[in-house]
């Protein structure tokens, strides 16, 4: 479950940008519109092969649940002189996907060793191939590694919610270095109709039957009057991180050795945005409000914090108030998305999360 907002606005834009030219290039054809990704995979596979060299050996695609549209994915084999390297295909990607892949990879293309060599393979996949052209169609393609460890999702272990943070981390830290040309603050962070989403809460709290309906009524309703301090608490917050965005253990995958100093990778870079590192960690925890057992007693935003200052990167002196802040704008928007959200469960502990933290920041 990821947050909406985001995840909606995503979703579209990606598959903008993976079919319309950048206004910076000379345009090109538009992919076809009448193939779906996976058709378009299948019909374009040989072309990137014929492309690569034919370094890029014969593409397996696949469907699997957790696609949602935007890429077609598949396996292959990556050859050079002397190795052969199992890689992941995608295409067509989004520019930003693209974009952050890429770069980061950049950073650690020197050391041209395989994932599991024990150097620091860096937080995100290798990139063996890339393009943002292919038979003539504006179309970007990455051919990253082929991870062979499991996702933390898999066996979410209080070892597993640790290395998750430490992924976010290095990515943060690596995501930096690898923009030295375009700070965050230089991208304005999206805007969010928090207005809107807590007048449309309302009305859900009255027309839902959501459990405790009384209650989020009168919760609701003391974060619209505290709203205006509210939002001016986060607008006052420094923009200095590119946030990954959609941060779950599905999307953190483990190298088979951990003998590299980035034993995991986060993968699918679409939502990568600026703003505070805050809301990466409040992103992971609300995702188990209804759950808090399975993150083992880790508190996401202390122990990223706490990574972050271990790895010699900032964290601001109010960043338990400004995660107070996120958590009870996002708590107060759940009866908004009670058809996606509405466990009860869940429901009753973003209550409890309101009425928690609106009194340490409404003043």
């Not at 034919?54 to 696609?67: A, K, N, T, V």
């Not at 390297?85 to 020197?110: F, N, Y």
């Not at 991208?187 to 969010?192: M, T, Y």
Request: one cysteine or more.
């Amino acid at each position: 479950m990821g947050d909406v907002t985001h995840q909606t606005h995503s979703h579209h834009q990606l598959a903008h940008e993976a079919s319309h030219p950048s206004p910076q290039q000379a345009p090109r054809d538009p992919a076809p519109r009448d193939q779906d990704a996976h058709q378009l995979g299948v019909s374009l596979g040989p072309v990137l092969c014929k492309q690569c060299d034919d370094r890029l050996g014969p593409i397996e695609w696949f469907r699997c649940s957790w696609q949602h549209g935007g890429a077609a994915t598949g396996f292959a084999v990556w050859r050079d002189e002397t190795t052969e390297t199992p890689v992941m295909v995608k295409l067509p990607v989004g520019s930003r996907e693209h974009r952050w892949t890429t770069s980061i990879a950049a950073l650690h293309a020197r050391s041209n060793v395989g994932p599991d060599s024990g150097t620091d393979a860096g937080p995100t996949p290798r990139v063996l191939a890339a393009g943002t052209e292919l038979n003539g169609y504006d179309l970007a393609w990455l051919v990253v590694e082929r991870l062979s460890g499991k996702p933390l999702s898999s066996a979410l272990t209080a070892e597993a919610v640790h290395d998750l943070l430490d992924a976010a981390a290095r990515f943060h830290a690596a995501a930096l270095r690898a923009s030295p040309n375009l700070r965050p603050a230089d991208e304005p962070p999206q805007a969010h109709d928090w207005d809107g989403l807590l007048a449309k809460s309302r009305e859900m709290v009255k027309d839902s039957g959501l459990t405790e309906a009384r209650h989020w009524k009168e919760a609701v309703k003391r974060v619209q009057r505290a709203l205006p301090r509210l939002k001016a608490k986060w607008a006052a917050r420094k923009i200095d991180t590119w946030c990954h965005g959609d941060l779950h253990p599905a999307n953190v995958l483990r190298r088979a050795s951990k003998s590299s100093a980035s034993p995991c990778v986060l993968i699918d870079l679409a939502m990568v945005h600026s703003g505070h590192w805050v809301e990466d960690a409040v992103y992971l925890e609300r995702l188990y409000w209804g759950r808090p057992e399975l993150l083992h007693g880790v508190k996401p935003v202390s122990h990223l914090a706490k990574i972050r200052r271990e790895m010699g990167v900032a964290t601001d002196d109010n960043y338990a108030e400004l995660a107070a802040v996120r958590r009870v704008l996002m708590a107060g928007c759940v009866p908004a998305y009670a058809t996606f959200e509405g466990h009860p469960k869940y429901t009753h502990a973003a209550l409890e999360t309101l009425e928690q933290y609106l009194p340490q920041v409404a003043h």
